[in-house]
């Protein structure tokens, strides 16, 4: 896939990373649950391709309709009625969503727009991606470049280095024994 297309199993960047994720979550006994739009599953196909992750991997939803947005991820109707599915606060609430209906203790969310075409006054390219724990969340923007295969790929990666990044700071304060913070900042 490292061209941008999408397929079957995962390229070394989703996949090294997607390894990494489900050999930390199964060395602390955590969980993980995946809520996606543009990506259309790539998140929860990129952990699958990992053996073993049926061990941290609860499940995952597609809701690429704006309705199931609420109605299945609990995405507040005015957030969406007022700033549509492609808005840093939608990702963090889909990322919530999830993580309460599966019972994890990850939620990780992509929403955006892969193209051709822009969405409600949205460009190709622009996504969020969103991670929520029980000691926060955090929501990253991004821009990118690239034809849609590109774009899904890109937030997939994405998704997956901010899962680590949460798990790297997790294991940080684990290791140096310090109380865990009741709330990260988000970008």
């Known amino acids: 896939m490292s061209d941008g297309a999408i397929g ?19 060395e602390r006994g955590l969980s993980i ?9 790539l998140v929860a196909s990129a952990l699958v391709d990992v053996p073993g992750a049926s061990a941290v991997l609860r499940g995952g939803l597609i809701a690429y309709a704006t309705d199931l947005k609420h109605d299945l991820l609990r995405v507040d109707e005015s957030l969406l009625a007022e700033h549509g599915a492609v808005h840093p606060d939608v990702a963090v609430e889909m ?3 999830v993580r309460e209906l599966c019972g994890s203790d990850y939620g990780v969310a992509t929403t955006g727009v892969a193209g ?13 991606v969103a991670v929520v724990t029980s000691t926060g969340s955090e929501v990253r923007g991004l821009f990118l470049a690239g034809d849609r295969g590109h774009v899904r790929v890109r937030t997939v990666e994405a998704a997956l280095e901010l899962v680590w990044e949460r798990l790297s700071e997790r294991a940080l304060v684990d290791a140096l024994d310090l109380p865990v913070p009741t709330q990260v900042e988000s970008e």
């Open 8 to 26: 079957s199993g995962s390229d070394a960047r989703t996949g090294g990373r997607a390894a990494d994720i489900v050999r930390a979550m199964q």
């Open 116 to 128: 051709p075409e822009p969405q409600d006054g949205h460009a190709v390219g622009e996504v969020y």
């Open 95 to 97: 990322a919530a969503g």
């Open 33 to 41: 649950a995946t809520a996606e739009s543009l990506t259309g599953g």
